[in-house]
Nanobody, 126 residues
Framework: EVQLQASGGGLAQAGGSLRLACLAS????????IAWFRQAPGKEREVAAC????????WHADSVKGRFTISSDDSRNTVYLQITSLKPEDTAVYYC???????????????????WGQGTLVTVSS
């Protein structure tokens, strides 16, 4: 059974940094993609970034490029999302999701993900 556990959220000040972690377990192969989505209060869920650990490829949404960096540590089965220069509009619940595909052209679409973590709340104060 695949399980994703997101952590690292909390209260931060604008301009600060946070690193979120997604511990992935249960994948029986390495051809999968992990993404970070976020959902701000009153808004639709949106993808922030994704990566396929098997090939090291990654993708970032235009809205977060330059401030968000997704990375993976295969030895720890963990995918990270480093967020810098935090803004109040980054306030959201951040979810990690896993899908059985490696084509990053698909990674912005939530329908391709079969597994979701529980979410971690990031609150940015101004």
């Amino acid at each position: 059974e695949v399980q994703l556990q997101a952590s690292g959220g909390g209260l931060a000040q604008a301009g600060g940094s946070l690193r979120l972690a997604c511990l992935a377990s249960g994948f029986t192969h390495d051809r999968y993609t992990i993404a970070w989505f976020r959902q701000a209060p009153g808004k639709e869920r949106e993808v922030a970034a994704c990566t396929s650990p098997s090939n090291g490829m990654s993708w970032h949404a235009d809205s977060v490029k330059g401030r968000f960096t997704i990375s993976s540590d295969d030895s720890r089965n963990t995918v990270y999302l480093q967020i810098t220069s935090l803004k109040p509009e980054d306030t959201a619940v951040y979810y990690c999701a896993g899908g059985n595909f490696t084509l990053l052209a698909l990674c912005s679409e939530s329908i391709f993900y079969d597994y979701w973590g529980q979410g971690t709340l990031v609150t940015v104060s101004s």
